[in-house]
């Protein structure tokens, strides 16, 4: 759980903002959007596989273009 300290003589502006900041760094925003809607347990492993696919990929062309030179 995320939470801050606000000290004293801190803006609240101020204090929003690294409220917000550990949010992010924590990667609230982004489990909140994941979870948002239901996936059923096929739709995530084809995910999964897709994802694992492209990386894959990524990592073949780095790869290629090292030995290039």
């Known amino acids: ?3 801050i300290i606000v000290k004293e003589g801190e803006s609240i502006e101020s204090a ?3 409220f917000k900041r550990d949010c992010a760094n924590a990667g ?3 489990e909140i959007k994941r979870r948002e809607f239901f996936e059923k347990p096929s739709i995530k ?3 999964a596989l897709e994802s694992a696919k492209r ?3 990524k ?3 780095l790869f290629s273009r ?3 030179g």
């Open 59 to 61: 990592k073949k062309r």
């Open 55 to 57: 990386k894959l990929e």
């Open 16 to 18: 929003l903002k690294r």
């Open 66 to 68: 090292k030995d290039r």
């Open 45 to 47: 492993k084809k995910k």
């Open 28 to 30: 609230i925003m982004s």
């Open 1 to 3: 759980m995320v939470g």
